[in-house]
């Protein structure tokens, strides 16, 4: 294997590992928030007790984003130098804000909120959960910023040096190999860098994303707790936080990716073909509901449904999806290739699609888990409405029950699915229409450094890994301190507690 | 000279990152290198109790003097840490395997267990600030780079002797550092144990501070130049030792804090020295030109600096003087840059002389 293709699967496993837990401490962090917020108002000691079980967990998701996050900051320096020195002013720039002003206010604020429940006042407390889930909301936007930037780049001009002068290239120069140790993209206009034409949709996605996966895990522990009918008053009221956050998210989530949908058909048409898997172009182009990629007869085999991609993508049930055959188009490839025939642009278009099949895949497993969390929380929520969701000797709600402990893998593998969709789409681009990942890559780290590397953190995650799911099955089986609520309230709180309805 | 140059601002607020990371994450490194000085079980789970707390959000301001070093200066990012790709995986493995040990340790009761989780955290920990040290070591030692700017060294390379050494002096000094945290953090028999450490502590970091200053002398003979040219600066020497000597006495009238606070002041002083002497190297470096027959890269620019595309430079480096900039009062020019084959070592050499020669 060459040295790109094991840079691109460090890179890819270290971030998918990474991605495990920021998802979960956006979706908790905003949890806490809720039922912090619902103590302070009812002020019903259930509610803390919730707020400070979930913040154990919360607390254990932080430390190792933080861990596994290090590793993605120093990563791009490390395996894809070229591609950092072109993009600094940029990429660079979104993650200097993130660190700067997300996690400081994130890590600031963090010890308030694990360490500050005997120190502070509630409402301070409450404010420092606020802090807290603000600060891991705002590091989700400044790196999708940064990452979108990479899919849809905007608001920069390019640059080179020639002849000890820096020479601003025009719109549309296209970056050869001897530019390449010269060439930046520098910014022009910050807000139209960050702004640019897809981070607004890919961001709406990636948050409700993180809910789902936040409001799945509270889903989640607490059916397990409902089935083996251990501490039920903290359940049920968690259930209820947790499912009515899971069905806003995933109802969200739904139209969310409708828009980002329609955003990619506008501006990677590439990527959008390849995940649907459309070769040709047609009138009423068809969708596949699931299949395989047939990738030598370059078509998809699997049930169709006509004119419903034309519906969902343009709005329209006979306008055509732009198809593979067609993508890039051929001024694209002569502006490029000026030097090779139009015969041959059906061979070389290839060069420029992503790994189809791949593509497709992961996209087909993120909408057939996204719909499935879908009918799972509407059938919830009908038990719910109906008064059985809590009815814990119907062996149909077991059934659901156990549905529901295991809901927490939905999100996390929808999540990663879409990045994987995501990024291999963008494939071979690093920088769409600009800098190819094979140009990006470390030149002086060879395909040996990584394997040993690689196999550093296979080691390193997979005992990483395997901590994190001891110590949470410890949290699960420990549950919430139901018998010493009361000990563990600071005194100073305990007048806000009340002990009559509100009237 | 302009105050008000991005790339100074940039240069100091990434400075101000890592001094800051290093006091901090200092300390639970320090701790963690003499974990294994106790013997006792819970007088080990005094001293990770005593940075449970605080460790994952120390380990936040490495992650933004990355951020901030990829922003501002993408081409020192792109080519130390692609250069020090092995030592940079050996750090981080090490940095995440201590930070499992930490968690990993107090679960089980076993003998064998605690045992490996103790020997896993004391390793990582020990590791990991040698191997800051040797980056530091190197980056101050000059590191070889090709027309390309890309390393051109070896890993093995990395591990010279006289990195090496600073990689001691910065375990010395995070364990020191770290003593003095866990003198201010505990009580009775445990801190009794770790202030006896303190004294002994500052005497072999001093040992090897003062080796470590030596031997830069002969091995970067710009800093000899430098030295030569402005003596005073040994008086941020002696300043630095003063307020290390200051640290046992208010240990011994039982005020950790401001022993703590010395540490802290120490490694803020050894930074900006760090800083100054790499500042030289990096930032004030007259920028050699592309010529049309050459593919040497001029140094990456940032686009805001008014100071840097007004100055006088030419195709020629010896045009553009810069004075020894040990106080770090010189335009910034950033980074890297070079056309030749040779090392940073033999560059700065040469220069250095060029600059002396235009001072007078």
Redesign the interface.
Known sequence: MTAEILARIQFAFTVSIHYLYPPLSIGLGLVLVMMEGLWLKTGNPLYHNMARFWTRVFALT???G??????M??E????W??Y??F???I???A??????FA??L???F??LL??GWNKVGPKMHFFATCMVAFGAHFSAVWIVVANSWMQTPAGFHL?T????K?VVLPPGHIVTQADL??A?A???DFWAMVFNPSSIDRLTHVVLGAWMAGAFLVVSISAFYLLRKRHLEFAKASMKVGLAFATVATLLQMVSADITAKGVVKNQPIKLAAMEGVFETVPSTPMTLFGYVDTANETVIGPKIPGLLSFLALNSFTRPVPGLRQLPTDQFLQARHPQIPPQEFPQLRKSYWPNVAAVFQFYHIMIIVGVAMLVLVLISCFFWWRGWLFDLDCPLTRWLLLALVLSVLGPQIANQAGWFTAEMGRQPWIVYDLLRTSEGV????SAN?IV??LA??GI??A??FV?FI??LT?KIQHGPDDEEESEEMPDSWKALIRTTPRA | MNFLDLNIIWYILVGVLFTGYAMLDGFDLGVGALHLFVKKDEHRRLFLNSIGPVWDGNEVWLVTGGGALFAAFPEAYATVFSGFYLAFMLLLCSLIFRAVAIEFRSKEEWGWWRQFWDVAFSAGSFVSALLIGVAMGNIVRGIPLDADHEFAGTFLGLLNPYALLMGVTTVLLFAMHGAIYLSMKTDGEVHQIVASWVPRLIGFFLASYFLFNLYTLIEVPWVLETVRARPYVFLVVAINVLIVLNIPREISKGRDFNAFLSSCTSMALMMATFGSRIFRTWCSRPPFRKTASTSGMPPRRKKHSASCSSSPSSASPSSSPTPPAFTGSSAARPLLPSTATDSFRARSLRMCSENHRLSR
Do not use: P
């Open positions: 932080f430390a190792i933080v861990a596994t996050g290090i590793v900051e120093f791009f320096g490390t395996n130098s070229t950092s020195r993009v600094g002013d990429f660079g720039s993650l200097a804000a993130e660190g700067i996690f400081f994130e890590s600031g963090l010890a694990l360490f640059e040096v020639v002849d000890g820096t140790t010269s930046r520098v910014v022009d470390s030149k002086v780290v450094q040993a590397s550093l953190f390193v995650y005992l990483l901590m001891f110590l410890r």
